[in-house]
């Protein structure tokens, strides 16, 4: 997300921050440990799946500059990574959300194959519009970036602001170009228009209960979540706001034992 040489120069920083190799496993009530960021869409997916399985997580924030956090995974160093309560590392939000699947197996209907095809077309289609439409000026990454403030200490949250910032600034180009997008906005609401019509008419695309596509895609917009993309969304999109609130109701809280 930020750009590496940023990222290189902040690693730098001392011995004394940086973890040791054994990821930090979840905290006692916690069935799992989600390493990710506030922003990112593939960890909300997780995050909603663990609401829809009443399954308590453990949250910890990654530096995007430094990634300190996942120091343990080498080859991985992409978000979400899970640890969960028997030591299994889990990365890959799919792989993830199955694991919790097979903890607490929902009804068949829930992950037919239908559901898994809409729930992959979320993370694969949808999920790629997120970035560029937080990242558009330096001012909507700055603004993107204040979760930072709740999460790190201040010199950190400074820098992720600051440097971030810059670096997603500098990205959101790049990021368009390979994913072929002229226009932010309207690339991402012609896929909620696709979205809007395999839902139709029923509460959910699930039908009267959300399944695993439904999980998906609220997963994958909450990473939106406060920020201006949201409200555009729900105001170009009626239909889908109500959804969403649908979905939101249907989930229940997130059960979040440690920030
Ligand atoms: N296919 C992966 C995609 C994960 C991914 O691309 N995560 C982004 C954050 S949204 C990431 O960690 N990018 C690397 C970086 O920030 O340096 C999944 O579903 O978990």
Do not use: Q
């Not at 006692?28 to 506030?38: D, I």
């Amino acid at each position: 997300m930020m750009a590496t040489a940023a990222r290189r120069l902040l690693v730098r920083r001392g011995p004394t921050r940086r973890l040791g190799t054994a990821p930090p496993p979840p905290p006692a009530g916690a069935a799992l440990r989600l390493f990710g960021y506030s922003i990112c869409p593939f960890c909300h997916f997780v995050r909603s799946a663990a609401r829809y399985t009443k399954t308590t997580i453990a949250l910890t924030e990654v530096n995007p500059l430094t990634k300190a956090e996942i120091k343990f995974s080498e080859t991985h160093r992409k978000v979400p990574i899970a640890v969960f309560d028997d030591g299994s590392i889990v990365v890959e939000s799919a792989a993830i959300v199955d694991e919790l699947l097979r903890r607490s197996p929902p009804s068949e209907d829930f992950a037919s194959e239908s559901a898994r095809t809409w729930a992959a077309w979320a993370t694969h289609e949808l999920a790629p519009m997120v970035y560029p439409n937080l990242t558009k000026t330096y001012g909507e990454c700055r603004r993107a970036l204040s979760y930072a403030d709740g999460a790190f200490g201040p010199m950190d949250a400074l820098l992720i602001k600051h440097v971030g910032a810059l670096g997603m600034s500098l990205a959101h180009g790049k990021i368009k170009r390979k994913y072929g997008i002229e226009d932010e906005r309207a690339a991402l609401f012609e896929k909620l228009a696709t979205w809007e019509a395999r839902i139709g008419d029923r509460p959910f695309r699930g039908g009267d209960a959300p399944d695993l596509a439904d999980v998906a895609v609220h997963g994958v917009l909450g990473a939106v979540a406060g920020l201006p993309a949201r409200d555009d969304v729900v105001e170009a999109h009626p239909k889908i706001g109500a959804w969403l609130e649908r979905v939101e109701a249907a989930l229940g809280g997130e059960r979040v034992v440690v920030r």
